[in-house]
């Protein structure tokens, strides 16, 4: 315990109780929170959490450790196309944790909130002897019946991701060994892709009743795709010169052309990947446009090919690559 | 990380998909789980964490850790009236955690969900540098308006408890430093009240529309009762001698009187403490032989009596009683 950390009460009396809006947070002073419900919704719901030292590092920003947490949540939300409303925070802090980390923690959460349109409703602070953990929960709701599942995709659907891929993970790179030959803009780029990833909230609601199936790339695009190929009983061909890379990301491959595999099986995207029927093209185009982010046709979605060949990427030339690896593992 | 603790998809697949049972908990395998949503009713949430170490002790019998960690939050929404029909788990463990305690862990979680009648819909597994760390959020539901606050006390109410005050905090301190001149099955019922919380869910089903405030007792009676009324702009009178012990709270008393102290101040009880209005006392009768659980009158609601006086403790005779701290904090 260090004697500058404030207490219980205070922490969420100070930090936590003005990011509650709604009357069913009870300014977090109840046993629990109330979220009303519209006739003919569901609730979708959502878990994740971050360790300090495995998933953020002690000495990261507090307000990008907050607006990610929020953001990777709100992403598993997006990929079931549903509306965020809710949070709730479970805070584990260790003893290191002072009054100025918890307010630009309290702060990023503040903004990324705001961003989202959603709010805290409840949660739990306590101290830890171990590294700080915490906990997320984001709950959203879409209407009975158009939630985004895995397991829609079918042969012949078209496949699609939004934004830029691989970003993140170079940014990573840069972070831990640096990336050689790129402008610092470039690397700063990258490496804010890494720190501040956007949940696809607003794709998420033009794709309900369009897309047959999404996931939302946080392992790694190939890895992702898999799991979505595998849960809906087919295959995918993935054209790597398809792949929307940011000009940073093409400045870095263009230095080190090995680097496309750390784009295709690195993590920390949070973009989506889905697929619409292929009569649906035009539809994808108009949502492009409305929401104001690339969707690219990265590849079709075929018959099932056997458990061991999910996916396919091949080349220009329509030759086939392999990875060693599709994606993260988390242990 | 140790050889034989299994991956992150072994451990959702072995131990953590078994306890699905919804369609929408969509057997741990899509970005989030959906909760289906009866009209008109809304949403209780609560979010608990317990850290090895801190809450528990990591040699403690794994599926009891398991079935508090599940017995405190549905205790929370039994606070409020709640219908427990969900809950989430994100799971952090650490290095030493290994297939027989995830065996074990998961045994006890599916016990205690057949118990409450409610199953897994999701979550998240990661491994930590620091104590195992696990949270749980628990879902409910409440007819819209039906939900118990902590504030809706008024002056003239009857203050209930249910069961018996100040069990588990003695069977906690016979863990930790044994209590004199009790016998062992005396010892071990107290043990037992501490590591087996009930949470009160058929009685909150029938203090729906009758009680005016609910809070759980879990860091302590006068604490837990200083928070209602304090919501409740009241203050409350207890009688000592009309608060409800078991017979081993009472061989434990007898032979140290001063343990009153503790069985008023400790915590970890999980009975609710309830307030109703003074005309409905014979409806208290009614639903405690209806739920086979004791009911007491343990006092009365004031009127507000200044922020520093807000429960009055007095013995047989009227004569006020006072305790250097309240309940369990946090930090």
Redesign the interface.
């Known amino acids: ?1 260090v004697v500058n ?1 404030p ?2 009460f205070e922490i969420i009396e100070t930090y936590f109780a003005p990011l509650t809006k709604e009357p ?1 947070a ?1 300014g977090l ?9 519209d ?1 003919g ?9 971050i ?1 300090a ?3 953020f590092m002690p000495a990261d920003p507090p307000d990008l450790v907050a607006t990610k947490l929020l953001a990777v949540n709100l992403s ?2 997006a ?2 196309a ?1 509306e965020p409303i ?1 949070y ?5 802090w260790s003893g290191e944790t002072d009054a100025s980390w918890l307010g630009r923690f309290a702060d990023g959460l503040k903004q990324a909130q705001e961003t989202y349109g959603v709010s805290l ?11 700080t ?1 915490l ?1 997320l ?4 709701v ?1 209407g ?1 019946g158009l ?1 985004l ?3 829609g995709a079918n042969a012949g659907d078209g496949l699609y991701i939004s934004g830029t891929i691989g970003d993140a993970a170079l940014g990573l790179m840069c972070l831990r060994q640096g990336l050689n030959g790129l402008t610092k803009p470039t690397a700063d780029f990258l490496i804010d892709r890494y720190r501040r990833p956007q949940a696809r909230v607003a794709l998420a609601r033009e794709l309900r009743g369009l897309a047959t199936a999404a ?2 790339v946080s392992d790694g695009l190939i890895a992702d795709l898999e799991k979505l190929t595998v ?1 809906s009983g087919t295959s995918a061909l993935v054209t790597v010169g398809k792949i929307p890379l940011s000009e940073a990301a093409q400045a870095a491959v263009e230095r080190s052309a090995e680097l496309i595999e750390v784009i295709l099986t690195g993590g920390d995207d949070y973009e989506l990947l889905f697929t619409v029927p292929a009569s649906c093209e035009k539809n994808v185009r108009y949502i492009a446009a409305h929401v104001a982010l690339p969707l690219t046709r990265i590849g079709d979605i075929n018959e099932y090919r056997g458990k061991d060949r999910p996916v396919q990427v091949v080349d220009n030339a329509g030759l086939e690559i392999s990875f060693p690896r599709s994606g993260y ?3």
């Open positions: 315990m950390r207490g219980e069913g009870f002073k109840d046993d629990a929170a109330l979220i009303v419900v006739p919704k569901d609730f979708i719901v959502s878990t994740d959490t360790i030292g495995v998933h598993d939300l990929a079931m549903a809710a709730t925070l479970a805070a584990a409703y409840g949660g739990d602070t306590v101290a830890t002897i171990g590294p953990t906990t929960t984001a709950i959203g879409v009975k939630e599942r895995r397991n996931i939302d849960a593992n988390h242990f």
